[in-house]
């Protein structure tokens, strides 16, 4: 049997999905999780063999969870599951060792197979978005641009933003302004909609 643990913050998806994998013969879930603060504990106390995590879940996100799980028990090899094809987050979820990458609009019956090419020791990622990943390129910001531009997604001003981030107003403006320039968009709500569309924040 395969050993899964499932962690979905829609708990009517997450029903279906462990719904759907029972039905398998050779899949079990072990544990299931509503919000990313769940993930590695439960997974410490059932030992899955596979993790399929959402990415967006309350508490920390899935690629956080999975950046936590992977460090912690490098022996289950996980999965994410999501709605969000952004090439920057493939990019984040494979340096967080992370096996596969699979969308949820994705024919039901490749989920299961999935989780068995997992355990088997393969990768899987989306043709479509490993395409889309490649010719985006990589992420131009630094930490502290990506910072200021997921501030300003929120609508703060540059008074908020400083108080939040500890900077002053003028270092922000800066960073704001080198994020405008490094992406080609006229202002920084253009910065930050770019931004969070390639999943880079």
Known sequence: MIRVLLAEDQAMVRGALAALLTLEGDIEIVAEAGSGDEVLPKALESKPDIALLDIEMPGCDGLTA???LHA???SC????LTTFGRPGYLRQAMQSGVVGFLLKDAPSAQLATAVRRAMAGER???PTLALSALSEGSNPLTERERAVLAAATE???IAQIAAKLFLSEGT???????????LGVRNRIE???MAEQ???L
């Open 66 to 68: 999975a950046a936590s």
């Open 124 to 126: 899987i990622v989306d």
């Open 72 to 74: 912690q028990l490098p």
């Open 198 to 200: 390639k999943g880079w």
């Open 77 to 80: 090899r996980i999965l994410i």
């Open 191 to 193: 910065a930050a909609r």
């Open 172 to 182: 922000v403006r800066n960073y704001l302004s080198v994020a405008i320039q490094k």
């Open 155 to 157: 609508g703060a001003s």
